[in-house]
């Protein structure tokens, strides 16, 4: 059965400040990706703590909405069929060096705060943090 989904995919400032933008977007577009919409915007820590808000009883909160804000992100909004695992999947594992060649986190990411990307983690969420970046 087809499961067209969308999901929201941020590339994070460490990956932006090493001009890895457009090697990153390739990276999709070559898994089968479509980029609907996508902007680069830098957004205040107040912004980084609502949409981290899951996270914010982990010891790494803070410095992570430290980290968010710290310079320009881009954010797109991915549409695949299972778009969510998908993006997971071509992502890698959270950390770096636990992450698969061939993986977006692996090839750019440089520590488990450093990761280079975010992606949704289920539709539900995705939904949720898509409404978050592209409210219009
Ligand atoms: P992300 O997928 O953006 O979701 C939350 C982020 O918290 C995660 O990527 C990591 O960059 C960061 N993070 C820092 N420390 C940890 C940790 N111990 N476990 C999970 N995520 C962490």
């Known amino acids: 059965m087809s499961n067209l989904e969308q999901t929201l995919s941020i590339i994070k400032p460490d990956a932006v400040e090493r001009n ?3 090697e990153i977007k ?4 070559n898994k089968g990706f479509q980029i609907l919409k996508e902007k680069k915007i830098q957004i205040e820590k107040s912004e980084a703590e609502k949409f981290y808000k899951v996270h914010e009883t982990k010891p790494f909160y803070n410095d992570l909405c430290d980290y968010l804000s710290s310079g320009p992100i881009v954010v797109m ?3 695949k069929e299972n778009a969510v695992k998908e993006n997971r999947e071509l992502m890698g594992a959270t950390n770096p060096k636990d992450a698969d060649d061939g993986t977006i986190r692996k090839k750019y990411g440089i520590s488990i705060d450093k990761n280079s ?3 949704s ?6 939904q949720i943090e898509i409404q978050f970046f592209f409210n219009d």
């Open 77 to 79: 909004i991915l549409q």
């Open 121 to 126: 983690d289920s539709a539900y969420n995705a």
């Open 26 to 29: 390739e990276m999709f577009k």
């Open 117 to 119: 990307v975010h992606g």
């Open 20 to 22: 890895l933008e457009v």
